[in-house]
């Protein structure tokens, strides 16, 4: 069973750091694409960034190029975004989630950037 | 950057009836590869969004087959033939074909 476990989530103050993680499990995820997806309160799906599985690849929304960082450990089978200057417009939650199709999620993080 | 809009934003249904929603991208999300790339996502109040659809019209894993997509090129549709209660939430489409992705802004199916 697919399971995809994010963490790291909470409060800040607008220009400071959070890290996020996903935790992937029942797939080889060494070799499957990873994307994060974000999702602002009340409002629609946004894709923030993709990790290829194979070329390594990566890829930003404009929205966050530049101020955060995808970044996967094969070893401990753990998705990462790093995120600087945070702003409260990055205020959502956070979804991770597998494949160039997105074909699972997690059940998300919450990021509430806010003085 | 490819823009996906959907329509409507907001659809009321009947228990038991069709219910269609449609979404149109700025250009074509045929891939140099042949496929198409574009998937319907249902969001359930409170709950992660599940894929529904990929590649325009293969329907995923478990997915009731009342649920049905079609399409090609830019015009695409995602039709429930008849509504039941468990499928009230918002649906979405995304675009994999290009970079940026980009999804549709959502439509809420409501009874």
């Known amino acids: 069973e697919v399971q995809l476990l994010e963490s790291g989530g909470g409060l800040v103050q607008p220009g400071q750091s959070l890290r996020l993680s996903c935790a992937a499990s029942g797939f080889t995820f060494s070799s499957s694409a990873m994307n994060w997806v974000r999702q602002a309160p009340g409002k629609g799906l946004e894709w923030v960034s993709t990790f290829s599985g194979r070329t390594s690849n990566t890829y930003y929304a404009d929205s966050v190029k530049g101020r955060f960082t995808i970044s996967r450990d094969n070893s401990k089978n753990t998705l990462f975004l790093q995120m600087n200057s945070l702003r409260a417009e990055d205020t959502a939650v956070y979804y991770c989630?597998?494949?160039?199709?997105?074909?699972?999620w997690g059940q998300g993080t919450l990021v509430t950037v806010s003085s | 950057d490819v823009v996906m809009t959907q329509s409507p934003l907001s659809l009321p249904v009947t228990l038991g009836q069709p219910a269609s929603i449609s979404c149109r991208s700025s250009q074509s999300l045929v891939h140099s590869d042949g496929n198409t790339y574009l998937s319907w996502f249902q969001q359930r109040p409170g709950q992660s969004p599940r894929r529904l659809i990929y590649k325009v019209s293969d329907r995923d894993s478990g997915v009731p087959d009342r649920f049905s997509g079609s399409g090609s090129g830019t015009d695409f549709t995602l039709k429930i033939s008849r509504v039941e209660a468990e499928d009230v939430g918002v649906y979405y489409c995304l675009q994999h074909t290009h970079w940026p992705r980009a999804f549709g802004q959502g439509t809420k199916v409501e009874i």
């Open positions: 989630a597998k494949e160039w199709g997105i074909d699972y």
